[in-house]
């Protein structure tokens, strides 16, 4: 192997060896589960309980990573900010019994207001948001990120949904069966978007959206 294809290859070789940490993280999480628990399994995954405070801070360092690299990587801020807001938003979700009883009107539908705050930003910016977002869609972090949405949102709702388990096990159905598949789906779900956003900002930062001739020429002559 020569001296440059061995250079070349230490970026894959740190990139495999953070799959295998993250790997590790998430068989770490669910073994350790019935460690933490009380006596009552009930309260441990119910509304407000040990676990979904868990997922909300997951969430939160999430878009707290994501917000970081907005600064980290100026030239990716539209992407970062538009992931940070859909974090954000996952995680005010999470609250939603709580911000029912203390916003009686709006309740739990205010963290909306993260989306539409993210949906102006990227508006007025449309044009590089869209070349963001593309250049985005192409690494192996959006990949970790999609596979983060599918396993929180549809694997988490229709495997944890009492109509589909009550299909197959009848007699044997416990309403509880149902909050801990949901629940163990959408925590494994958002630690994988904690990782993905870690290496969102790592990608952004390594490979930035390019700029095209216009931009190029505009900086040329704005430099001149």
């Given at each position: 192997?020569?001296?440059?294809?061995?250079k070349?290859?230490?970026?894959?070789?740190v990139?495999?060896?953070?799959?295998i940490?993250?790997?590790a993280?998430?068989?770490?999480l669910f073994l350790?589960?019935?460690?933490?628990?009380?006596?009552?399994?009930?309260a441990f995954?119910?509304e407000?309980?040990c676990?979904?405070?868990?997922?909300?801070?997951?969430?939160?360092a999430?878009?707290?990573?994501?917000?970081?690299?907005r600064r980290i990587c100026?030239?990716?801020?539209?992407?970062?900010?538009l992931?940070a807001?859909?974090?954000?938003f996952?995680?005010g979700?999470?609250?939603d019994?709580?911000?029912?009883?203390?916003?009686p009107?709006?309740?739990?539908?205010?963290v909306f207001l993260?989306l539409?705050a993210?949906?102006v930003?990227?508006?007025?910016?449309r044009?590089?948001?869209?070349k963001?977002?593309?250049?985005?869609a192409?690494?192996?972090?959006?990949?970790m990120?999609?596979?983060?949405?599918?396993?929180a949102?549809?694997?988490?709702?229709?495997?944890g949904d009492g109509?589909?388990l009550?299909?197959f096990?009848?007699?044997?159905y416990?309403?509880?069966?149902?909050?801990i598949?949901?629940?163990?789906?959408?925590g494994a779900?958002y630690?994988l978007?904690f990782?993905a956003?870690?290496?969102s900002?790592?990608f952004l930062?390594?490979?930035?959206p390019?700029?095209n001739?216009?931009?190029?020429?505009v900086d040329s002559?704005a430099?001149?």
């Amino acid at each position: 192997m020569s001296c440059t294809e061995e250079k070349n290859s230490i970026p894959h070789v740190v990139l495999l060896a953070r799959y295998i940490i993250y790997t590790a993280a998430v068989f770490l999480l669910f073994l350790s589960i019935p460690h933490w628990r009380n006596n009552n399994s009930i309260a441990f995954f119910k509304e407000n309980g040990c676990f979904e405070w868990l997922q909300f801070a997951m969430l939160c360092a999430s878009a707290a990573v994501l917000l970081a690299g907005r600064r980290i990587c100026p030239d990716s801020r539209h992407i970062l900010s538009l992931l940070a807001a859909i974090a954000a938003f996952a995680a005010g979700r999470e609250l939603d019994k709580i911000l029912d009883a203390l916003l009686p009107v709006l309740g739990w539908k205010v963290v909306f207001l993260f989306l539409v705050a993210a949906a102006v930003y990227c508006w007025n910016a449309r044009q590089d948001c869209i070349k963001q977002i593309l250049h985005f869609a192409g690494s192996y972090a959006f990949t970790m990120m999609w596979a983060a949405f599918i396993i929180a949102v549809p694997l988490a709702q229709l495997v944890g949904d009492g109509t589909f388990l009550y299909t197959f096990l009848q007699d044997d159905y416990n309403r509880l069966y149902k909050r801990i598949f949901e629940e163990a789906c959408e925590g494994a779900g958002y630690l994988l978007l904690f990782f993905a956003s870690l290496e969102s900002v790592l990608f952004l930062k390594q490979h930035p959206p390019k700029a095209n001739a216009a931009d190029s020429s505009v900086d040329s002559a704005a430099q001149d």
